[in-house]
C-alpha cells in the first residue's frame, strides 16, 4: 500500500501539527491535557492515511469487459438521456464511494480519451436526483478500439468538494489504472450503450479496477 500523492499536503499539516504538540505541549500543560489531545492528534493522522491510502492491485486486462471505476456500492442502474455528450438513451450505472472507501478513480475501459470536461457547481448529496446534473462533476469519454464510446462521471456530493482528474483528450487510456480522484467519496457514473450486458446488480459491493460491472455486446 501507498499514500496517494493528492494526500501529502493534508498529510504534512497533521503531522506538523502533531510534532509541535508532541514538542511543546508537555511543558506548557499537565499530563492529564497533553496526553489526551495528543491521543486525538494520533488518531486523526491514521484517519488521513487510512483516507489518501493507495492498494497495490494486480489488474487483468479484459477488452470485452467494462470495470468498475471506484470502490463502493452499485447504488442506480438504469435507462437515461444522456444530455451532455451522447444526447441519446443509456444505461447508468452509478458506484457510491463512502469515506471509508479507497477514493483513486480507475478507468473502467481502454482506448483514447475523447472528451473531458469539468462543471463547477452545486453539493447536494450524491444520491440526490440532480446530483449527476447539478453538482460539481468531471465527464470523461475514453473511445474502445473495437466497441465504441463510454463516459463515465465524477460527482462530488455534500463532503467532496474537490474533484481531481488526471485525464487527457487525445491521450491513451489504460483499463484499470488511475484517472483520477475524489476526496471524501461521492459517486462515479457510467453511461453504457443500451445492448451492454450488466453483470453486476443493485447493492453490490465492488473494487474499483477489478469488479466487472458489464460486457460489451459481442
Request: hydrophobic share 45%.
Amino acid at each position: 500500500m501507498t499514500i496517494h500523492r493528492e494526500g501529502v499536503a493534508t498529510i504534512g499539516l497533521v503531522g506538523t501539527v502533531l510534532l509541535l504538540t508532541a514538542l511543546f505541549l508537555p511543558s506548557r500543560s499537565p499530563e492529564w491535557v497533553f496526553l489526551p489531545v495528543l491521543g486525538v492528534l494520533v488518531v486523526i493522522m491514521l484517519i488521513v492515511l487510512w483516507f489518501f491510502r493507495v492498494p497495490k492491485r494486480t489488474v487483468k486486462q479484459q477488452d470485452d469487459l467494462i470495470i468498475s471505476p471506484a470502490d463502493g456500492k452499485v447504488v442506480a442502474i438504469e435507462e437515461v438521456t444522456e444530455g451532455e455528450y451522447f444526447k441519446d438513451r443509456r444505461i447508468q450505472v452509478s458506484v457510491f464511494m463512502s469515506p471509508l472507501n479507497v477514493h483513486v478513480n480507475f478507468f473502467p475501459i481502454g482506448g483514447t480519451t475523447s472528451y473531458y470536461k469539468y462543471h463547477p457547481g452545486k453539493y447536494l448529496v450524491a444520491w440526490h436526483p440532480k446530483s449527476s446534473t447539478e453538482n460539481e462533476r468531471s465527464t470523461v469519454v475514453v473511445r474502445h478500439p473495437k466497441h465504441g464510446e463510454v463516459l463515465f462521471r465524477q460527482i462530488a456530493g455534500a463532503l467532496a468538494r474537490r474533484i481531481c482528474t488526471y485525464a487527457v483528450e487525445g491521450q491513451p487510456a489504460a483499463q484499470g489504472t488511475e484517472f483520477g480522484f475524489i476526496k471524501f467519496g461521492s459517486r462515479v457514473d457510467l453511461l453504457l450503450p443500451l445492448n451492454a450486458e450488466i453483470t453486476c446488480r443493485l447493492g453490490d459491493v465492488v473494487q474499483g479496477s477489478i469488479t466487472p460491472l458489464a460486457r460489451f455486446a459481442s
